[in-house]
């Protein structure tokens, strides 16, 4: 689960912002929102980010993103891509580096505290702490400064020269991939840092598209399942999700095959293959047991007078597409204990789909986590939304600015719906007159 995340001079964040899922234990309301960690520590597990278009709220999962990239990533960095990710709308642009850090928890437990500088030369500054959770002081597994590292467990002189060739010969390269190229670093919190952002960690964006979709639903019952009863809670006319199988060279022989690579099946060993149509993964041909199999999903739908027929992805809306893609993450959430972020959950799909899927994420209980950026105002509802689980964003001269909705003094009465389209709270766009 993620604590906080702090951006500095990162893409629209010049000044340092925190982003964090600390609940306000005032509040009483919607108590199933807080997880307790080790015993002590509550953590939300839902935020919503609202804001204006171009006020930076996608920036928030980008930063985020590109911990997950560097963390895991030897090549993620260059010389010439550091450039796009530093704040750059003042004079000095570039003189000062990005700052990133992120606090999280893994399921076995461990809370660890991640931070990184990079400027055009290279990361500057990186360390990997296990938190203290502010009731003690954090351990520093290992803390890399101007070329140098410290380490909680010391190598010996040789790994240690192996370690610092290595950073010299790879500047922009973080210290957690490492073990990547060659397993040197025997601190096993190394890895289990490595792990959470590897496993642990599920990043959507809003063009984001998973081919393998077919295969996931293929392989896992209990995701079938649970996307079938999703749909039906939400009253998209679907009374269930299914992948069929056939025998490829029986399929073939009857349907046209004049939009598939045929020579490239011929030769097709192992693996799979997926066709995509319109962003949606229509059609996936693997090998099993030495045998070409074609797999496709299926929705069961309704018609007239209670009659029903299976129809394929192609037949289906693209916010019903778009819900299929997040239902495995969302599963995830719930029921893996993932931290999920979705930038625009409310892409392509109507605003009262998207309130009964949060609403069901609410009701229904999870073991991880779900961010999501959205403009949809009729999710600000204290029926199944907390005010500290709101986070606005705004922007002024190009900067963003992050802050929470518990700032405010909200009753759990009010309608923060209405007090938001208002301008309250801030954080909506601002229009000016047109004239023709």
Request: net charge negative; glycine share 8%.
């Amino acid at each position: 689960m993620i604590l906080r995340v702090i951006l500095k001079n990162f893409l629209s964040f010049n000044e340092e912002v925190q982003f964090d899922m600390f609940p306000n234990m005032k509040r009483t309301s919607l108590s199933n929102h807080i997880a307790v960690i080790n015993g002590k520590l509550p953590v939300l597990k839902m935020a919503a980010i609202y804001g204006a278009n171009g006020a930076g709220k996608s920036n928030l999962l980008k930063g985020v993103n590109f911990l997950k990239a560097i963390a895991l990533n030897k090549s993620f960095l260059n010389k010439e891509n550091i450039r796009k990710y530093i704040f750059a709308l003042k004079e000095d642009a570039g003189a000062d580096p990005l700052e990133l850090t992120i606090e999280f928890v893994t399921k076995s437990g461990i809370p660890f505290i991640y931070s990184i500088e990079v400027n055009n030369t290279g990361i500057t500054f990186e360390t990997l702490q296990i938190s203290g959770l502010g009731s003690k002081e954090n351990y520093c597994v290992f803390m890399r400064k101007d070329g140098n590292v410290e380490y909680a467990l010391k190598p010996s002189e040789e790994v240690n020269n192996m370690v610092l060739g290595w950073i010299k010969k790879n500047p922009f390269a973080s210290l957690m991939t490492i073990n990547n190229d060659m397993p040197v670093l025997a601190d096993e919190n190394i890895d289990i840092a490595h792990g959470w952002f590897e496993n642990e960690l599920t990043i959507i964006g809003l063009h984001s598209f998973n081919p393998t979709l077919i295969g996931i639903f293929k392989n896992n019952t209990e995701i079938n399942r649970f996307a079938s009863e999703l749909f039906k809670v939400i009253d998209l006319g679907i009374a269930g999700v299914k992948v069929e199988t056939e025998n490829f060279d029986e399929w073939v022989s009857s349907h046209n095959i004049s939009d598939l690579p045929m020579d490239k099946l011929r030769d097709m060993r192992s693996g799979v293959l997926s066709e995509i149509v319109d962003f949606r993964n229509t059609r996936a041909i693997s090998v099993e047991d030495g045998v070409k199999k074609i797999s496709q999903m299926m929705f069961r739908q309704f018609g007239e007078g209670g009659f029903s027929r299976d129809m394929d992805i192609q037949a289906q809306s693209d916010g019903t597409v778009r819900l299929l893609s997040l239902v495995p993450a969302v599963y995830d959430a719930m029921k893996s204990g993932k931290t999920v972020f979705i930038d625009e959950i409310d892409h392509s799909i109507h605003p009262h789909l998207v309130r009964e899927l949060i609403r069901y994420f609410s009701e229904k209980g999870t073991n991880g986590q779900l961010i999501f950026t959205t403009h949809q105002t009729c999710l600000l509802n204290q029926d199944f939304l907390r005010t500290d689980e709101v986070w606005m964003v705004e922007k002024k001269d190009g900067c963003s600015h992050m802050y929470s909705l518990n700032d405010f003094k909200i009753h759990n009465t009010i309608n923060i719906e209405n007090g938001y389209m208002e301008g309250r709270y801030g954080a909506i766009p601002f229009i000016g007159e047109l004239n023709m």
